[in-house]
């Protein structure tokens, strides 16, 4: 029955990854190129450095040390620990897929359970939600929604590896948001 019922799983995620990456124009492989650029992102982490400089004055080395170490837990915990243990191929590795796969951008490495960039992105969203308590907070979930979105289209990941890479990322947040808050929030 648990075999049934995870094999029906996978089928709706290839069918939904392909409803996806096959809606492809060319107008939108281009910002999804630039999407999953690492340097597209650049003014947005200037921003948020502004802010966590502006709020947190002295203090800020803490928060960025603590966002260091939450990016790389959520980093290695995805590409390090998961992806080498299910060994669940990229759709654009799939055998039976690769040949349909429309792909933009890079990736590093066949796996792609669970994606590292919905596990890093969810993460820092979630831990800085955490820390400036405001309603704008959405906006970097929305950040984190498009850049995992953008690999689903660009043939790297599938749906499944992007929501438990976002599940793995907010836990992680969380997680990491607490350790900060009892030992660090108060200096």
């Given at each position: 029955?648990?075999?049934?019922?995870?094999?029906r799983l996978?089928?709706?995620?290839?069918?939904?990854f392909?409803i996806?990456?096959?809606?492809?124009?060319?107008?939108?492989?281009?910002?999804?190129?630039?999407?999953?650029?690492?340097?597209?992102?650049?003014?947005?982490?200037i921003?948020?450095?502004?802010?966590?400089?502006?709020?947190f004055?002295?203090?800020f080395?803490?928060?960025?040390l603590?966002?260091a170490?939450?990016?790389?837990i959520?980093?290695q915990?995805?590409s390090?620990?998961?992806?080498?243990y299910?060994?669940?191929?990229?759709?654009?590795?799939?055998p039976?897929l690769?040949a349909?796969?429309h792909?933009?951008?890079?990736?590093?490495g066949?796996y792609?359970f669970?994606?590292?960039?919905?596990?890093?992105?969810?993460?820092l969203?979630?831990?800085?939600?955490?820390?400036?308590?405001?309603h704008?907070c959405?906006?970097l979930?929305?950040w984190?929604?498009?850049?995992?979105?953008a690999r689903?289209?660009?043939?790297?990941?599938y749906?499944?590896?992007?929501l438990?890479g976002?599940?793995s990322?907010?836990?992680?947040g969380?997680?990491?948001?607490m350790?900060y808050r009892f030992?660090?929030a108060?200096?």
């Open positions: 029955m648990l075999n049934l019922l995870l094999a996978l089928e709706i995620d290839k069918e939904l392909l996806i990456n096959q809606m492809h124009t060319t107008f939108w492989d281009k910002v999804v190129y630039w999407i999953t650029h690492e340097l597209f992102w650049i003014p947005l982490y921003i948020l450095l502004y802010f966590i400089i502006k709020r004055k002295k203090r080395w803490v928060i960025l603590t966002i170490v939450l990016i790389t959520c980093d915990f995805a390090g620990l998961v992806k080498p299910i060994q669940k191929l990229r759709p654009c590795f799939d039976n690769k349909i796969v792909v933009i951008g890079r990736h590093h066949s792609g669970i994606s590292s960039h919905a596990a890093n992105t969810f993460g969203a979630t831990f800085l939600c955490l820390l400036f308590r405001t704008y959405f906006l979930f929305i984190a929604s498009i850049v995992s979105y689903i289209y660009g043939g790297v990941h749906p499944g590896d992007i438990l976002a599940l990322g907010i836990w992680w969380w997680n990491i948001y350790v030992y660090c108060k200096y």
